[in-house]
């Protein structure tokens, strides 16, 4: 697109994280938060949110607690989502239950 002299904002990039997410494209989600910051557009919270959802749902918390710390350090605010989706992980890990 950027090719054609069209950006994405911060909404066109979260839809783009989020569909990703959802085929689970780890991966090129990471590529595109990183092109995200590239280009001057601060990922936000439902973009860090998605991609920390995912990440969860792929047995890695590891990647997900880092991402959260950089979440953080990055100005990001986070929230109630953020907060229940890491702890329904470690919960259902800690259990042996599938939530």
Do not use: H, W
């Amino acid at each position: 697109m950027s090719s054609k002299g069209l950006s994405l904002n911060t909404l066109g990039y979260n839809c783009l994280i989020s569909a990703m997410c959802k085929d689970r494209k780890i991966e090129e989600v990471m590529e595109i938060v990183e092109k995200m910051k590239r280009e001057g557009c601060k990922p936000d919270t439902f973009a860090f949110n998605s991609f920390i959802y995912v990440l969860c749902k792929a047995g890695k918390m590891e990647e997900a607690f880092q991402l959260y710390e950089n979440l953080l350090l990055e100005g990001v605010t986070a929230n109630s989502v953020t907060y229940n989706t890491l702890f329904m992980e470690f919960y259902r890990r800690e259990n042996g239950k599938n939530l």
